[in-house]
């Protein structure tokens, strides 16, 4: 299957720094997902990507679907501490054996009031 | 927005008990739902696809006689976890795909914490 590979795997930062975050992928992705998952929950979409090159802000975030389709970064700005969670890229994959869904590997984010 | 519901929340069950899992689109209808698997600080893992009206897609290393799943409308599927062991504890999260493009994201449910003693 595919692998999305996201850096870093953890952040420990102060409230009111900003954050970055990248995704990258071995194969071409058409659509690249951002997801944060709060502790005990299902995984909450915050940003969806479409078009390579594509840049796209929600509130604080905002990302960034990279030209060769294959990586995204996202950032967020001014840290608070509700940003606490796991954010994963996602994205589909279309091969001979069909659409597939893949996550990353999740980066994991404290913000230090 | 897509809003996935997923019953229950939580279960705490005896070895050898069958749980069976709900995930419902609330506000859109999902001919596709997808049921994940997740450990502590891992990733999602993608068990099977669900699709309204046939069989579901197992991904590789899933028994399919183990997680019987059933897509019987175009807004809920069902897991069931038959005849659960304490290997089968976990947090297993359902999401559906709004409209039948595949570029559409998905939406997820809030997850199930299953305990089985």
Redesign the interface.
């Given at each position: 299957g595919q692998q999305l590979n996201q850096s870093p795997q953890s952040m420990f930062i102060q409230e009111g720094e900003d954050v970055s975050m990248n995704c990258t992928s071995s194969s071409i992705f058409n659509t690249w997902l951002w997801y944060k998952q709060d502790p005990g929950e299902g995984p909450v979409l915050l940003i969806a990507l479409y078009k390579a090159g594509e840049l796209t802000s929600n509130g604080r975030l905002t990302a960034q679907f990279g030209i060769t389709r294959k990586d995204s970064f996202l950032n967020i700005s001014a840290s608070i501490p509700s940003d606490v969670g796991i954010y994963f890229c996602a994205g589909p994959y279309f091969s001979n054996t069909g659409n597939q869904f893949y996550f990353g590997t999740g980066t994991s984010l404290t913000v230090i009031p | 927005g897509a809003v996935?519901s997923?019953h229950p929340s939580r279960v705490i069950c005896k070895s050898g008990t069958s749980v069976k899992i709900e995930c419902r689109s609330l506000d859109f209808q999902a001919t596709t739902m997808?049921w994940y698997r997740q450990f502590p600080?891992?990733?999602?893992m993608?068990m099977a696809t669900s699709n309204e009206g046939s069989k579901a897609?197992y991904e590789q290393g899933v028994e399919k006689d183990k997680f019987l799943i059933n897509h019987a409308s175009l807004t809920l599927s069902t897991l069931t976890v038959t005849s659960a062991h304490p290997e089968d504890s976990s947090?297993y999260?359902c999401?559906a795909r709004e409209g039948g493009w595949?570029?559409q994201?998905?939406?997820?449910?809030?997850?199930t914490?299953l305990s089985i003693l």
């Open positions: - | 996935v997923q997808f600080k891992q990733s999602l993608l897609t947090f999260i999401s595949g570029n994201p998905q939406h997820f449910g809030d997850g914490r």
